[in-house]
């Protein structure tokens, strides 16, 4: 029966129809998130910290930010983790969320051949980069997918001033699968691309593809929580998803974790905390 009720879960989420997915109840709170965090480890990570702590279990499913916010439309979760702050505004405008939540941030790098036929290695601007990469008809990838790494390469295109186009520039036609996935066709194809570090630092063992352009403000990536409006749908495990939430943020729980996730294996973490909280005590705000 337990079976049972979990496939039917992961399939009303998956196919994103309406249902009774929400765990009202109070004993299951449900999580769209974007696909990196799932990708790299970190949400499993802290869901099973904080149900250890709590008690309350945490389910997700993984989507790209456009797909997760479409889940979220129907009220078959209770939270969503995103990184498009142009959709997630639109989401609250509507009625769907009641607000965003900083979480933590890594940063979008551009990757490219080792010998680097557009000569963008070493730039200090992403958009000056994509310029280069566009004059010389370079191949780029793009996940083309409204994920939140999707918008936000459009985000830089736009302010270089350019609107892609061309057989160079090839949509992956997996990109829903997620950063992982794309960056490896981008690799096969020795190809430029514009993914999260965090998927690279993953992934760089197995690829040939290297990092040209980075630290570049215009490439923070920063990832958000929002609540689902329980105001819009009723079912939807509010109590849970704000225990869920402050958890999450807190310097001592979820940011910590958050702030070491990485260093371990990596030499370095793959986000950095970034709640409110987090930084006023930082700063040293009580």
Known sequence: MMKKVFIAVFLCLILAVPGPCSAGSGKLLLLASTIGPVDSGIVDVLENQFEKETGIRVRHVSAGTGAALKIARKGNVDLVMVHAK???????????????????????????????????????TAGDALKKISVKMSPFITRGDKSGTHVAEMTLWAKAGIKPSGSWYITYEKGSEGNASTLRFADQKGAYVSIDRATFLSLKDK???VILVENDKALLNYISLIPVNPAKFKRVNHRDTLIFVKWLTNPGKGQKIIRDFGKDKYGSPLFFPNSKEWRAAQSGIK
């Not at 639109?90 to 051949?113: A, Q, S």
């Open 86 to 124: 142009s959709l997630e505004e639109k989401f609250i405008n509507e009625g769907f969320g009641t607000e965003r939540i900083d979480l933590m941030y890594n940063d979008f790098v551009i990757l490219g051949p080792a010998n680097d036929p557009a000569g963008i290695k070493g730039m200090k």
């Open 207 to 209: 690829i040939k593809l």
